[in-house]
């Protein structure tokens, strides 16, 4: 482990209070392997593919905004959750499928689906060179997955109005959607959810004129207008396999690529929080992206938890025992 995560960990073991029962370490007796399999399970997924690292950190983000962190995402069906439309583009399902089974093994039907995505979105950051962090864990996975519920998650073309209400909804304020929103750092998106900022911004016809005109070119090139709109773009143009604040300074310079990101410029309270992490502002508050975001996902990955007697430990992540 590099010594920043180390520093990480003792912080944040000392300044979390544990989210209703979750607690870090819940494993450590009944199945003390289960984070290092996590761990290794993710690491040769990410070996192989490392850009899988944004799917399962986008996995668990939309997990916990349905129906709260209960793997519900992860269960089939017709009209279940990653059916849903904001869902059709999620990845990742194989790998925690693969930790799963190989939990199974070693300490069946005791670790849930929900505590493996949970942690497989921390070590895919780590993975990235971003910072480590205590999990709590202890959490049950839900019986319930339904498409309908997942008008819950933000789209790419929300107002910060409409972007605050969906955090403030789930116990997340300002600081939170920020934080969280600083994700994209690795993450990607298809050419289908920009390419009317190219070309038809607001049915005019015209670019959107937040956007660049440095960017504005780079991206046509990458998404051309009669192109294929699944061909994926990263959000953080020159940096999407690091985790670290130069996704803010595309925001700051009119560089984001999704509009829903751009609007964080636009906002007081939103601008001012991401022009602390893109280092544009000397004062008291110092935000430091690398501190702040582990705060950030336990908060984040304890929404609506279920705990104790509530839901089930699913033996395949994939269906409902």
Same mark, same amino acid.
């Given at each position: 482990?590099?010594?920043?995560?180390?520093?990480?960990?003792?912080? &944040?073991?000392?300044?979390?209070?544990?989210?209703?029962?979750?607690?870090?370490?819940?494993?450590?007796?009944?199945?003390?392997?289960?984070?290092?399999?996590?761990?290794?399970?993710?690491?040769?997924?990410?070996?192989?593919?490392?850009?899988?690292?944004?799917? &399962?950190?986008?996995?668990?983000?939309?997990?916990?905004?349905?129906?709260?962190?209960?793997?519900?995402?992860?269960? /089939?069906?017709?009209?279940?959750?990653?059916?849903?439309?904001?869902?059709?583009?999620?990845?990742?399902?194989?790998?925690?499928?693969?930790?799963?089974?190989?939990?199974?093994?070693?300490?069946?039907?005791?670790?849930?689906?929900?505590?493996?995505?949970? &942690?497989?979105?921390?070590?895919?950051?780590?993975?990235?060179?971003?910072?480590?962090?205590?999990?709590?864990?202890?959490?049950?996975?839900?019986?319930?997955? &339904?498409?309908?519920?997942?008008?819950?998650?933000?789209?790419?073309?929300?107002?910060?109005?409409?972007?605050?209400?969906?955090?403030?909804?789930?116990?997340?304020?300002?600081?939170?959607?920020?934080?969280?929103?600083?994700?994209?750092?690795?993450?990607?998106?298809?050419?289908?959810?920009?390419?009317?900022?190219?070309?038809?911004?607001?049915? /005019?016809?015209?670019?959107?004129?937040?956007?660049?005109?440095?960017?504005?070119?780079?991206?046509?090139?990458?998404?051309?207008?009669?192109?294929?709109?699944?061909?994926?773009?990263?959000?953080?143009?020159?940096?999407?396999?690091?985790?670290?604040?130069?996704?803010?300074?595309?925001?700051?310079?009119?560089?984001?690529?999704?509009?829903?990101?751009?609007?964080?410029?636009?906002?007081?309270?939103?601008?001012?929080?991401?022009?602390?992490?893109?280092?544009?502002?000397?004062?008291?508050?110092?935000?430091?992206?690398?501190?702040?975001?582990?705060?950030?996902?336990?908060?984040?990955?304890?929404?609506?938890?279920?705990?104790?007697?509530?839901?089930?430990?699913?033996?395949?992540?994939?269906?409902?025992?």
């Amino acid at each position: 482990m590099k010594t920043k995560d180390s520093i990480f960990l003792v912080i &944040l073991v000392m300044i979390l209070p544990v989210q209703g029962q979750l607690k870090t370490g819940f494993y450590s007796s009944s199945c003390p392997k289960a984070e290092a399999i996590v761990r290794s399970t993710v690491e040769s997924h990410f070996n192989k593919d490392p850009t899988i690292a944004a799917g &399962l950190l986008r996995l668990h983000f939309h997990d916990c905004f349905v129906q709260g962190c209960d793997g519900s995402v992860l269960i /089939t069906g017709s009209s279940a959750e990653r059916n849903a439309l904001p869902n059709l583009g999620l990845r990742g399902f194989e790998v925690i499928d693969d930790a799963k089974a190989q939990l199974e093994a070693s300490c069946p039907g005791l670790v849930s689906c929900a505590d493996v995505l949970a &942690l497989a979105a921390r070590d895919s950051v780590n993975l990235c060179d971003g910072p480590s962090w205590s999990v709590p864990t202890g959490r049950r996975d839900g019986r319930i997955s &339904l498409s309908s519920q997942a008008s819950s998650l933000p789209s790419p073309l929300d107002s910060i109005a409409v972007q605050r209400q969906k955090f403030a909804a789930k116990g997340l304020d300002d600081h939170d959607l920020v934080t969280l929103v600083g994700a994209h750092t690795i993450g990607q998106t298809d050419c289908i959810f920009f390419r009317y900022r190219l070309y038809n911004f607001t049915a /005019t016809g015209n670019s959107d004129p937040t956007l660049s005109q440095s960017s504005l070119a780079q991206l046509q090139a990458l998404c051309p207008k009669d192109g294929d709109g699944s061909k994926r773009v990263a959000l953080d143009i020159g940096s999407q396999m690091k985790f670290d604040a130069s996704f803010f300074k595309h925001v700051r310079d009119g560089n984001a690529v999704l509009e829903s990101d751009q609007r964080l410029s636009g906002d007081a309270t939103t601008r001012n929080i991401m022009q602390n992490y893109a280092g544009s502002i000397r004062g008291l508050l110092g935000f430091r992206f690398d501190f702040e975001f582990p705060k950030a996902m336990v908060k984040m990955s304890s929404i609506e938890v279920k705990t104790g007697a509530e839901g089930e430990i699913r033996k395949v992540c994939s269906k409902i025992n």
